[in-house]
């Protein structure tokens, strides 16, 4: 009798419980409070209706026919920029954009924009999106996520009857990665005013010789052959967020525990200490606060060459050698830095003549090194050539070419978007972890223009670029759901609070 008693009284606690939890969150939440204050947008019944959700299968419907446009067989996807099924693939998303009720425009490289009409049209845009041009046999969801799942935001927005103050626009860039013309981020460069490669576009040539220009007007671009009225107007953008998968381990990895502990009075005769602890596979969201960005190099060195068997050791001039050490070289100025955010990697490495019984007369060393502090990583590019000239004339050979073919600079998220962001996933009650992307995206290139920020959600079996790289539809749809929530408020933030978003 005594124990059924016990057990209807912790019945009764925690029913209590639960009621005074319930109350707090759906009536006094600071964060929910916050940002209706901010955006006149009624978040508190974003929690208690069902049309505010994500259509998954749809999406991933969506995704999986995006892949079926490649150049190799399933599960991998190959999609090289102007080629049939890349051609094929934005005729996919314009038709998904002008389905969404986008209105649908495209520019001189082939970056396509789907806008959503503010009430207020001649306020700046908040853009968001990412790419879909993939590497030879890599996976089916690396920039995909951040266009399908873009316009998919777009119709949850739409279906829950949001009204954007601010037009919403959804980007897909063009050639993010470098595989044709070995130029990443092709399309947001010439967004943000490259006019050294808008000069370059017209004599850059393919692997086959095929010019830009000509790969360009195959497609249906170019046709004016001037690109710089691609760049786009500083005023144009009030913010930009682009949803991606990591492309790394964290968040599949790394668990979250959460704690929570209180005391109330019960009957005020007894006190009860309530504990509960909550353990978490990995962490929902990532909000990146930084993009570490690339330079890129490319280093020769001459020797003498000979025969395997005729030249002695005392008398060689090996370039091939001359690479190998540098290639230590680069990991050990790396490891001087102490910095985990510093990293480096020699990618590709080639010799001349390539035999087996031929002293390498050429060697030919790429070298990529990233860091999300600039001067950082530029001491490094700078030891790395001290390295090559002092390795040249202790082994005898020549430093033929040492050229930094690009160095761009990191960027940071807004701390206004990063605010957004968080307040998206607490509403949505995920879980998050701030962190920074050591893989660069469009998103770096587009902080010259607007104030930037990135989702994260986790990717599984595989980091970047492989085809066995998996996205769960439930992470998908909170990326997406994150996404929408932070369009919402960014939309319509008030028209004297747009001075936060021109920093």
């Known amino acids: 009798m005594a124990f059924r008693f016990s057990l209807i009284l912790h019945f009764l606690l925690l029913t209590f419980i639960v009621f005074i939890q319930a109350q707090n969150v759906d009536e006094r939440d600071p964060t929910i409070k916050t940002m209706e204050e901010h955006s006149g947008y009624p978040l508190h019944e974003i929690l208690s209706i069902s049309s505010f959700s994500v259509d998954s299968l749809n999406l991933q419907k969506q995704i999986d026919e995006l892949s079926s446009f ?4 399933a599960p991998s996807v190959t999609r090289i920029l102007y080629s049939e099924n890349d051609v094929l693939a934005r005729r996919f998303i314009k038709n998904l954009m002008a389905h969404a009720g986008l209105s649908v425009r495209e520019d001189a490289v082939g970056n396509i924009f789907g806008r959503w009409k503010g009430s207020e049209p001649d306020l700046s845009v908040v853009s968001t999106g990412s790419h879909i041009d993939a590497i030879p046999y890599s ?3 690396d920039g995909v996520i951040g266009v399908l799942g873009a316009i998919e935001a777009i119709n949850v927005l739409k279906r ?8 919403l626009e959804v980007i897909m860039f063009t050639s993010e990665e470098p595989t044709r013309y070995g130029i990443s981020c092709l399309g947001s460069r010439l967004l943000a005013g490259s006019v050294s490669l808008a000069g370059a576009l017209k ?7 095929i010019s830009f220009l000509d790969a360009a007007k195959s497609a249906g671009y170019a046709k004016n052959e001037d690109f710089s009225n691609v760049f786009l107007d500083d005023r144009i953008y009030s913010a930009f967020v682009e949803l991606h998968i990591e492309q790394g381990p964290i968040l599949e990895n790394e668990g979250c525990m959460l704690f929570y502990s209180f005391t ?7 006190i009860y200490k309530c504990q509960f602890t ?4 990995g962490v929902s969201i990532g909000i990146v606060t930084a993009i570490a960005a690339p ?3 490319k280093v020769e060195f001459g020797g003498s060459g000979g025969h395997a068997g005729a030249v002695l050791m005392p008398q060689r001039n090996d370039a091939g050698l001359a690479a190998a050490e540098l290639a230590l070289a680069v990991e050990k100025h790396v490891l001087e830095s102490r910095s985990i955010d510093t990293v480096g990697t020699v990618g590709i490495l080639e010799l001349h003549p390539g035999a087996i019984n031929s002293i390498p007369s050429k060697s030919h060393v790429e070298i990529d090194t990233r860091d999300i502090d600039e001067k950082r990583r530029n001491n490094v590019i700078e030891k790395i050539h001290e390295s090559a000239v002092e390795i040249s004339k202790r082994r005898g050979v020549e430093v033929l070419e040492f050229k930094i073919v690009n160095q761009d600079p990191p ?9 957004a962001m968080e307040s998206a996933t607490q509403v949505l009650n995920l879980s998050y972890k701030k962190m920074i992307s050591r893989a660069y995206h469009d998103s770096l290139f587009m902080a010259r223009k607007a104030p930037m920020g990135m989702i994260f959600i986790p990717c599984y079996k595989g980091y970047s670029h492989k085809p066995e790289e998996y996205a769960a539809p439930e992470d998908i749809a909170n990326g997406v759901k994150v996404l929408a929530l932070t369009l919402a408020n960014l939309s319509n933030v008030n028209v004297s609070s747009q001075a936060a978003f021109s920093s």
């Open 70 to 73: 490649s150049d190799s067989p």
């Open 139 to 141: 996976g089916k969801y």
């Open 160 to 167: 829950y009857g949001f009204k954007p103050k601010r037009s």
């Open 203 to 209: 004599q850059t040539v393919d692997n086959h010789n």
């Open 264 to 270: 109330l009075p019960f009957f005020t005769l007894h």
């Open 278 to 281: 909550l353990s978490l596979e």
């Open 295 to 297: 330079a890129s190099i």
């Open 411 to 419: 960027a940071c998220s807004d701390d206004s978007i990063i605010k």
